[in-house]
């Protein structure tokens, strides 16, 4: 079983930044894909980032185009802590983001955080 919670959300304005943390709890973290969703009100939630594991000490981060060049995910495996550094935030980035990990053998999210709000002003 995987525990994981977010925090690091808030008010910012346009153009500034922010960074989400997910703290991860369960065994073999490191060979676990992690990645962050979010959604915004009325709208269905959708991939942000992941960073999966590939090998040895080799992980992929890959991105939603909307996110790219402006987002960067990492993770500290020895600290079981997911990040998401949030550049040049735009109002279309509003929404409640998630924490999600799966398994290396699965190909679905089994796992969730509760969620932390970012709100970005223009």
């Known amino acids: 079983q995987v525990q994981l919670v977010e925090s690091g959300g808030g008010l910012v304005q346009a153009g500034g930044s922010l960074r989400l943390s997910c703290a991860a709890s369960?065994?073999?973290?490191?060979?676990?894909?992690m990645g962050w969703f979010r959604q915004a009100p009325g709208k269905e939630r959708e991939f942000v980032a992941a960073?999966?594991?590939?090998?040895?000490?080799?992980?992929?981060?890959d991105y939603a185009d909307s996110v790219k060049g402006r987002f960067t995910i990492s993770r500290d495996n020895v600290k079981m802590m997911v990040y998401l550094q949030m550049n040049s935030l735009k109002p279309e980035d509003t929404a409640v983001y998630y924490c999600?990990?799966?398994?290396?053998?699965?190909?679905?999210?089994?796992?969730w955080g509760q969620g932390t709000q970012v709100t970005v002003s223009s």
């Open positions: 999600a990990a799966h398994a290396n053998s699965r190909a679905v999210y089994d796992y």
């Open positions: 960073i999966t594991w590939r090998g040895g000490n080799t992980y992929q981060a």
């Open positions: 369960g065994r073999t973290f490191n060979t676990y894909t």
